[in-house]
């Protein structure tokens, strides 16, 4: 008995310091990434989002580059220093694209094929958004060309021989295309990130999903086609993921049927593009709409005092769709003004950015439906190249700077502070 017991004492010894060592430090990884406690899911409530308790209305942006510069080591330190940047000014959720669809560095290589290094890139901007207490919108195609988009399945499907047609269109109707995407989803929303070890749907750090960005289907004016789809595909999410938000991605334009398309569409075109704001937001599985404000590319000849009044307008319209048709917040996921415009000033789009704003506090002071507003679309020095005619790096402009601070300090003085940005906005906004 002696004899055996001389050994076991040592062996159980060096076994619970194994036991030790593992805890600590797997206790401190867990510290920085798990159980978070500073993030709650965003939920809805009639036309508001709520989230610990408070009514939620988003300060955000874009940067839709987060995952394609997550692949790179050495460009990774640009995501946090962004989010970061971004968390300082207070906001509080970024739209990003969660897809790349066969172009340079693809999540997807091919229908239901992955990249793992580029998912452990999507991995990775979801930890860090998580650390700093910033959430995630995440697009999960886009209609444009851009990083694939539609095109891409579609001619993935031509190539395969199981495409329909060669329309670009197919993508909303093609019985092969529509499974390629489901399979896609189901794929992005059931993955398990390999950094924090939780599961995307059930993952509060992702404010919600968007199905597509700007859809538009011109092959069917009437809309039917479109409309179809969104139904088909906004009920796939739920079945996977009830948790999460989700919205549509449009633009916002009015449809044939809508008497709103003589009256606040831009210009005739728009009612034409197989879109409609009202019908496709309505289903039950649409938790919010989503609207894009890019008065530049709608209007050839306005000035910027036109531009200015039309996007007021634009914007209170779709507010009273939210508050009075679809009672559902409203989210303007997208606007922009570009620097190509004749005699163009940066003060521009400062009075931009400001007419913006000041609509969405009107309704945040009423505790309607215009849910939040996202620039298009901020980036950090030395990104020129991600660059478009919208971008800007926001803290290189002390006025424009300014009016997001100013925009943020009174969102929250108007309906509280989410929990994880308490200790943040106090200082920042203590003399606003
Ligand atoms: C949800 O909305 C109802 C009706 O406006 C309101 O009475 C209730 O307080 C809201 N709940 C939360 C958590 O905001
Ligand atoms: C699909 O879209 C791409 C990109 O805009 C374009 O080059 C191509 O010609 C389109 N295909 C068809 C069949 O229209």
């Known amino acids: 008995m002696m004899g055996s017991n001389s050994l076991v004492w040592p062996i159980l010894g060096f076994a619970s310091i194994l036991v030790f060592v593992y805890l600590s430090f797997g206790g401190l990884l867990s510290v920085n990434y798990k159980n978070d406690p500073r993030l709650s899911f965003v939920e809805r409530n009639g036309t508001n989002f709520v989230v610990d308790g408070k009514v939620l209305y988003v300060n955000g942006w874009n940067s839709y580059w987060f995952m394609e510069h997550a692949v790179v080591d050495h460009s990774r330190p640009r995501i946090r220093e962004m989010l970061q940047a971004a968390a300082k000014m207070g906001l509080t959720v970024c739209r990003t694209w969660a897809f790349n669809d066969g172009d340079y560095n693809a999540l997807q290589v091919a229908p239901g094929q992955f990249d793992e290094r580029v ?117 796939f999410v739920k079945s996977i993921d009830r948790k999460h938000l989700l919205t549509i991605g449009l633009e916002g334009f009015y449809g044939p049927n809508s008497p709103k398309k003589d009256t606040v569409n831009p210009e005739f075109w728009a009612a034409d593009l197989g879109a409609d704001f009202i019908r496709n937001s309505a289903p039950s599985t649409v938790d919010f709409a989503s609207v894009h404000i890019y008065p530049d590319h709608w209007f050839k000849k306005k000035t910027l005092e036109g531009k200015l009044m039309f996007v007021a307008k634009w914007m209170r319209s779709h507010i009273e769709d939210g508050d009075q048709v679809l009672k559902k917040p409203v989210m303007f996921t997208e606007f922009g003004l570009s620097d190509l415009n004749k005699g163009f000033d940066p003060l521009q789009r400062d009075r931009f950015y400001k007419t913006v704003f000041d609509v969405i506090y009107e309704s945040a002071k009423k505790k309607g439906a215009g849910g939040g507003s996202f620039a298009w679309q901020f980036f950090v020095e030395g990104m020129e190249d991600y660059n478009d005619d919208f971008g800007i790096v926001p803290w290189k402009r002390a006025s424009t700077y300014e009016i997001i601070i100013q925009h943020t300090c009174r969102l929250a003085k108007a309906h509280g502070t989410i929990a994880s940005q308490k200790e943040k906005l106090k200082r920042l906004c203590n003399q606003r």
């Open 119 to 235: 998912f452990k890139a999507l991995d990775y901007v979801i930890a860090e958004a998580r650390q700093v207490g910033i959430r995630l919108l995440f697009s999960l195609v886009n209609n444009l060309q851009a990083y694939g988009g539609k095109t891409k399945y579609v001619k993935w499907a031509w190539d395969e021989g199981v495409g329909l047609s060669a329309s670009n269109d197919s993508f909303f109707f093609d019985p092969s295309i529509r499974l390629y995407f489901k399979n896609y989803v189901k794929t992005i929303l059931t993955r398990k990130n390999t950094i924090t070890g939780v599961v995307y749907r059930d993952d509060p750090t992702i404010f919600g999903w968007e199905l597509i960005n700007e859809p538009r289907c011109i092959t069917d004016a009437s809309g039917d086609t479109l409309q179809d789809w969104i139904e088909e595909m906004s009920s």
